[in-house]
């Protein structure tokens, strides 16, 4: 970003020399910060998909509560849907183990 098209009351600093803005020490964590925000951004957005769901679902009668509390309790005890959620807690945290 060029100087002039900077805001006046811009901290020193705050634009690296490629033009963005930097807040971290290290380039790598302000390419990494919005790729956490796109996935909450995600998150959230299926969230909104499911919650409509739902409500269709129960709208038309397919759908309980109850009905959706024993489907949780069934795949609680699903050995393959835990075998999946641990696959995807070491695809996900994985790169937190690399750590030293």
């Keep these: ?3 002039d098209r900077e805001p006046e009351d811009t901290p020193a600093g705050l634009y690296g020399p490629d033009g963005r803005p930097q807040f971290f020490n ?3 964590m302000d390419r990494f910060v919005p790729v ?4 909450a ?4 957005l ?3 998909a499911i919650a ?3 409500a269709l679902l129960a709208k038309h009668g397919i759908l309980t509560d109850d009905a959706l509390d024993q489907i949780a309790r069934e795949s609680a005890i699903d050995d393959t849907r835990e075998a999946t959620l641990r696959e995807f807690l070491v695809r996900v945290l994985g790169p937190l183990r690399e750590m030293a």
């Design 1 to 3: 970003m060029n100087a």
């Design 26 to 28: 290290d380039p790598a």
């Design 36 to 39: 956490v925000l796109n996935l």
């Design 41 to 44: 951004s995600e998150i959230w």
């Design 46 to 48: 299926q969230h909104e």
């Design 52 to 54: 409509n769901l739902k």
